[in-house]
């Protein structure tokens, strides 16, 4: 089992930049994937970025050059660097692992990201 802690989520003007953290623990070192994903009341959870255990990234369209994913050398955390926040980036953000032994997803209790215009 793998269990997932976030930080960073907060209130920022739109323009200006967020981090998020989210620390693993228990069976990190079966992690194979771990990313961000976002969630706003009504909508559905949505893809916002992920990097693997060799490091090969992905984002979604909208945080293209704006977000950047990043993990520690121990790959046991991961952060989200959010520069040039605009309102529509307002949601609650979810940190989340694949694991591959076993096969588990995890995830975590979730952080709010408000951005005001």
């Known amino acids: 089992q793998v269990q997932l802690v976030e930080s960073g989520g907060g209130l920022m003007q739109a323009g200006g930049s967020l981090r998020l953290s989210c620390a693993a623990s228990g069976s990190r070192f079966s992690i194979n994937l771990m990313g961000w994903y976002r969630q706003v009341i009504g909508k559905q959870r949505e893809l916002v970025a992920t990097?693997?255990?060799?490091?090969?990234?992905n984002y979604a369209d909208s945080v293209k050059g704006r977000f950047t994913i990043s993990r520690d050398n121990a790959k046991t955390t991961v952060y989200l660097q959010m520069n040039s926040l605009k309102p529509e980036d307002t949601a609650v953000y979810y940190c989340y692992a694949y694991s591959v032994v076993p096969i588990s997803t995890s995830w975590g209790q979730g952080t709010q990201v408000t951005v005001s215009s």
């Open positions: 990097i693997t255990s060799a490091g090969t990234t």
